[in-house]
DNA sequence: GCTCTAATAT
DNA sequence: AATATTAGAG
């Protein structure tokens, strides 16, 4: 056993004078069992304190092993009840009763029928922990009042005596759990020994003290999110570097599990029917638009337009996936509904660790390997369809539930909240021109696309990073396109609903109850839309 | 000597 | 499972 170099060993205080003489109980030869090995070290160097002659053990079965060989070697056995892999009223069943040894149960818990049980299985005393010197002063009652009572029985008498002073036993014990418990920390001025068993109580993690933690991290930013640093913003009294760096870990443990579980999803070539969403929390890496501007006409493509990428990093700095939403204003594409032959051509795409170009199935928007659409995917229904912003060549899991203009009079926006809390939007603005009006103007405005625990209230603009990480925001997409010759609305027109696969979500009541399972999706057929719709979005 | 992190203990 | 503590690297 490792307890043995125990610094504390000598002897600090005076012997006890209970036992009136210098022999007894100077000498009492105790068996200490606790599981918990620094109990047990506090226990030992407190009955060193007493002046006993202790042996610890920290497995109930070796305590057991030795009682059986060598029981005449102890007077007394303090056992604690809760221990794993062993039954501790047994133990104490075994010792108390069979071995015929004064046995005393520990336990941290002091419950009536706690007590009661390790009573009725033979227990003498009843010690809760953390355990005082006092407490201990006191157990060699117990071996002279076995000694008396075997005496008294010798005779065939009873003895009453002692019960009263079991009873102030157990009392002292429950006032002195009163002291120690919800202990406002002033055991400052206390004795040694007060200090020997008295101990902080552990840090709990409240939901607010967890969002300081979260918004600390999200100031920092992933890089710089070091202990110290949370520490300091979060500028809580008492908290310590330690409590936070317990707690990143964790924090960190929980980010790696997602990033994990994302991976899958790459694997699975099983198309739209298997995917996800991005868990809130992981971390976005960057976030930011490149290129285009209707000033910055692209050649570089062998085709005259204008180009624009909005790309995504998240995941792992060591490997980060990529997504990117990219449009290209080309001429080189036409459309029977577009007189002038200029057409949005979107393409998502997503790639990791770097190899940007390999087109991959991406959790949310599946397997878009081919994923070059014509613009006016933005599906403006007047009402809930149960479907929006539907390309042909992909889709996403928007349902929406709210259709309208929002803001001002030219924007437009769906969104719905999930079941989860995350909600999904899709937004449009058209600042030059009337919804609806096709002839009038090929002014195309903004959109985006983004996901989050609520209505995008930044429709048009990007969501920023730090509010991805806080509301569970993963993704987003948008930016300016002004002046674009493209009516939307005209292009959607006509396209009957089984043009659209309608993503939707799907989840168990556990997975609602679990934080950090995001939604999985899958594809389901026109037909079934309408009930659908009705099932999950009521 | 201090901080961070992963591993381990409670 | 959540939090605390430790070990060892930088």
Redesign the pocket.
């Known amino acids: 056993m490792k307890i043995e170099n125990n610094s504390r060993g000598s002897p600090e205080t005076a012997p006890p004078q209970n036992g009136g003489g210098d022999e007894f109980p100077v000498g009492l030869r105790v068996l200490a069992v606790d599981d918990?090995?620094?109990?047990l070290l506090m226990l030992e160097a407190l009955l060193r304190q007493c002046r006993y002659e202790v042996i610890v053990k920290d497995k109930a079965s070796e305590a057991l092993e030795l009682l059986r060989k060598n029981k005449d070697q102890f007077d007394i056995v303090l056992s604690d009840v809760i221990m794993p892999g062993i039954d501790g009223f047994r133990l104490l069943e075994i010792v108390g009763l069979e071995m015929d040894l004064p046995v005393i149960m520990m336990s941290a818990d002091d419950n009536v029928d706690t007590v009661r049980k390790g009573i009725m299985h033979g227990a003498r005393d009843f010690l809760l922990k953390p355990i005082r010197l006092e407490e201990l002063k006191n157990i060699w009652q117990h071996v002279v009042r076995k000694k008396l009572g075997e005496q008294s029985e010798a005779k065939g008498e009873a003895n009453n005596n002692n019960i009263n002073s079991d009873n102030q036993n157990i009392q002292h014990n429950r006032r002195s759990r009163e002291d120690s418990n919800d202990g406002d920390d002033e055991q400052n001025d206390e004795s040694d020994d007060d200090h020997l068993t008295s101990?902080?109580?552990?840090?709990?993690?409240?939901p607010e003290l967890h969002s300081k933690f979260i918004n600390a991290i999200n100031q920092l930013g992933v890089a710089k999110?070091?202990?110290?640093?949370i520490?300091d913003l979060m500028d809580t009294p008492g908290l310590n570097?330690?409590?936070v760096?317990?707690?990143?870990?964790?924090y960190?443990n929980g980010l790696r599990k997602n990033s994990a579980q994302m991976g899958q999803y790459y694997d699975d070539n099983g198309g739209l029917n298997r995917i996800s969403g991005l868990a809130p929390g992981i971390p976005l890496l960057s976030f930011g638009e490149q290129g285009m501007s209707r000033s910055n006409p692209i050649e570089r493509f062998g085709i005259n337009g204008y180009h624009n990428r909005s790309v995504i990093e998240y995941g792992s700095t060591q490997s980060p996936v990529t997504l990117g939403f990219s449009r290209t204003i080309t001429q080189s594409l036409s459309h029977p509904l577009n007189q002038q032959n200029i057409l949005l051509r979107h393409q998502i795409t997503s790639s990791q660790g770097g190899q940007l170009g390999r087109m991959m199935q991406h959790p949310r928007f599946g397997d878009f390997a081919s994923s070059s659409l014509l613009s006016g995917n933005m599906n403006r229904q007047p009402e809930f369809h149960g479907s929006s912003y539907m390309g042909s060549q992909f889709s996403h899991d928007i349902v929406s539930s709210q259709t309208g203009l929002r803001s001002f009079p030219s924007h437009d926006y769906q969104y719905k909240q999930c079941p989860n809390g995350i909600s999904v939007s899709t937004s449009g603005s058209l600042p030059q021109v009337a919804r609806n009006d096709i002839a009038s103007t090929n002014a195309f405005g903004s959109h985006s696309f983004t996901t989050g625990t609520g209505p995008s209230s930044l429709a048009g603009q990007f969501v920023h990073p730090s509010a991805c990480v806080s509301n569970g925001l993963v993704a987003g997409s948008g930016g300016e396109m002004n002046g674009d010759l493209l009516d939307i609305q005209s292009f959607n027109a006509g396209k009957s609903s089984e043009n659209h696969q309608l993503m939707l979500v799907e989840q168990s009541p556990e997975q609602l109850q679990t934080e950090n399972t995001f939604y999985q999706t899958r594809a389901i057929s026109p037909g079934t839309l309408d009930a659908a719709v009705k099932k999950y979005y009521q």
Request: hydrophobic content about 25%.
């Open positions: 918990d090995r620094s109990c101990k902080k109580p552990r840090l709990t993690w409240t999110a070091v202990p110290k640093r520490l570097r330690e409590n760096a317990s707690h990143l870990q964790k960190r």
